[in-house]
């Protein structure tokens, strides 16, 4: 749960961004379009705007014929270091989330601090919390100082290649899952369990790289966000894929509790899992097509999950199994559920991206 409040937490960020800080100062005037020789158009700028921002250069992004959009250049650099000063929090889990929560944000230099000596538990929590965080390293080990820098461009992946990356990693899963089902393989399916964390560190990257890209227009357009509003659509999108990853991998950890396969019961639970797998490759190529058709027939596949998640049940209350082993098997068929349900949050975002009416776009 903890991942799925951190996803919304940044999308309240790219919101903000985005949107007014202050709507009350909001001014609308006319402003006169002078010609100038050579067949260029000048436009004078309002002095306080350009002297609050503090900048002699602007970007111009022109989002329609009649939308065109003006914001100051920015150094995505500036405000992109922290400190974390773990003399206040002392807690090595609690410094764990804040360092993942920054990672996220999108910043740049991490460092954490404290007036004593860093216990050798907590520097051994530090190193080994690098390998959760893609791109990044660390450039200040000392007695009480640890500093983590990310040396990953996020402007050089395309939003879509990330989207690409996390599917095929959870593809991989998916199949695999299906192979210890079928041969109830609990060593392969402990196996499966232990990649979980490698997912979740494709997907930081991605919420990471939507919080920078939001900061700057050029950088958003680059890895292919070309609406600034369609960063929340596509911040959603990554706690969808977050999601995804969990209850794709999670009936492995039911299986431990069968002792038999029931052919019945496993019948139907292959068959959801190729229902899910199917919906959540759909509704991917959906998204990154920006495929309002393909969606729309994922979405309409749902109810036939749903039928195929009773049929399980009814079956397993006739007591023909044993009560632990019902159990396992119906968590399994819920989880082949969700996976297909977040597929559907995926499909409901592509109609975020594509049926904005034509004044938002």
């Known amino acids: 749960m903890r991942y799925i409040y951190k996803a919304y937490i940044l999308i309240f960020i790219i919101y903000k961004v985005y949107m007014s800080k202050d709507s009350k100062n909001v001014s609308v005037e006319k402003r006169?379009?002078?010609?100038?020789?050579?067949?260029?158009?000048?436009?004078?700028?309002?002095?306080?705007?350009?002297?609050?921002?503090?900048?002699?250069?602007?970007?111009?992004?022109?989002?329609?014929?009649?939308?065109?959009?003006?914001?100051?250049?920015?150094?995505?650099?500036?405000?992109?270091?922290?400190?974390?000063?773990?003399?206040?929090?002392?807690?090595?889990r609690t410094l764990e989330y804040f360092i993942l929560t920054y990672y996220m944000q999108g910043m740049s230099r991490i460092k954490v601090k404290t007036q004593?000596?860093?216990?050798?538990?907590?520097?051994?929590?530090?190193?080994?919390?690098?390998?959760?965080?893609?791109?990044?390293?660390?450039?200040?080990?000392?007695?009480?100082?640890?500093?983590?820098?990310?040396?990953?461009?996020?402007?050089?992946?395309?939003?879509?290649?990330?989207?690409?990356?996390?599917?095929?990693?959870?593809?991989?899963?998916?199949?695999?899952?299906i192979k210890a089902i079928d041969t109830l393989d609990k060593q392969l399916a402990s196996e499966i369990m232990g990649r979980i964390k490698e997912g979740l560190r494709k997907y930081r990257f991605m919420v990471r790289q939507?919080?920078?890209?939001?900061?700057?227009?050029?950088?958003?357009?680059?890895?292919?966000?070309?609406?600034?509003?369609?960063?929340?659509?596509?911040?959603?999108?990554?706690?969808?894929?977050?999601?995804?990853?969990?209850?794709?991998?999670?009936?492995?950890?039911?299986?431990?509790?069968?002792?038999?396969?029931?052919?019945?019961?496993?019948?139907?639970?292959?068959?959801?899992?190729?229902?899910?797998?199917?919906?959540?490759?759909?509704?991917?190529?959906a998204l990154i097509n920006k495929d309002i058709d393909t969606a729309v027939k994922v979405?309409?596949?749902?109810?036939?999950?749903?039928?195929?998640?009773?049929?399980?049940l009814n079956y397993l209350f006739t007591g023909d199994i044993e009560t632990t082993e019902a159990i396992s098997y119906s968590m399994i068929g819920k989880e082949f559920r969700r996976v297909s349900g977040f597929s559907v949050g995926v499909c409901d975002a592509v109609a975020n991206l594509v049926l904005a009416p034509k004044k938002l776009s």
């Open 210 to 285: 939507i919080a920078i890209s939001s900061m700057d227009i050029v950088l958003s357009k680059k890895i292919g966000i070309e609406n600034p509003r369609h960063a929340i659509v596509y911040g959603t999108v990554s706690s969808y894929l977050n999601r995804m990853l969990h209850h794709t991998a999670m009936p492995n950890s039911y299986l431990a509790k069968i002792n038999k396969i029931d052919t019945v019961a496993n019948d139907f639970i292959l068959k959801m899992a190729e229902s899910a797998y199917n919906m959540r490759n759909n509704s991917i190529t």
């Open 32 to 92: 006169k379009i002078w010609k100038i020789k050579g067949g260029s158009y000048i436009l004078a700028l309002p002095k306080q705007w350009v002297e609050n921002n503090k900048t002699n250069e602007v970007i111009v992004v022109i989002e329609s014929d009649k939308l065109l959009r003006i914001s100051p250049t920015i150094d995505i650099n500036v405000e992109r270091e922290v400190e974390i000063d773990y003399d206040r929090i002392n807690d090595p």
């Open 116 to 177: 004593n000596v860093f216990d050798s538990n907590i520097k051994k929590r530090l190193r080994d919390l690098r390998d959760d965080m893609l791109g990044a390293e660390i450039v200040e080990d000392k007695s009480n100082i640890f500093t983590f820098e990310m040396i990953v461009d996020v402007s050089t992946y395309h939003i879509n290649d990330t989207i690409r990356n996390i599917n095929d990693f959870i593809n991989d899963i998916h199949s695999d899952t």
């Open 299 to 312: 979405i309409r596949i749902m109810s036939l999950q749903k039928d195929l998640e009773d049929e399980l």
